[in-house]
């Protein structure tokens, strides 16, 4: 079956980095659109960044110049870097696959600090 599977969160101080990764399997990742998501404590769940199958990326204005996603398409891997973290960027990261399989992880905690 389908599975997203994250890794790679964690707490770090406000200025750090952290590289999340979403390992798949169960449908033909090369051909895929993906993705990252969060949801922040208290609100909603909100677009983040995405790849295309083309390597074209799309970021939210509050993580441009700060995050860079990337995929390897050998591993069925898609990554998101995130360097000068700050502490609004706390919250829970989804992967999501877009198109045309579509399909979410369970979630890995990024806690920035002060």
């Given at each position: ?6 890794s ?61 996603v ?45």
């Amino acid at each position: 079956q389908v599975q997203l599977v994250e890794s790679g969160g964690g707490l770090v101080q406000a200025g750090g980095s952290l590289r999340l990764s979403c390992a798949t399997s169960g449908f033909i990742f090369s051909i895929n659109d993906m993705g990252w998501y969060r949801q922040a404590p208290g609100k909603q769940r909100e677009f983040i960044a995405s790849i295309t199958t083309g390597g074209s990326t799309s970021y939210a204005d509050s993580v441009k110049g700060r995050f860079t996603v990337s995929r390897d398409n050998a591993k069925s891997t898609v990554y998101l870097q995130m360097n000068s973290l700050k502490p609004e960027d706390t919250g829970v990261y989804y992967c999501h696959a877009f198109w045309p399989t579509i399909a979410w992880g369970q979630g890995t905690q990024v806690t920035v600090s002060f």
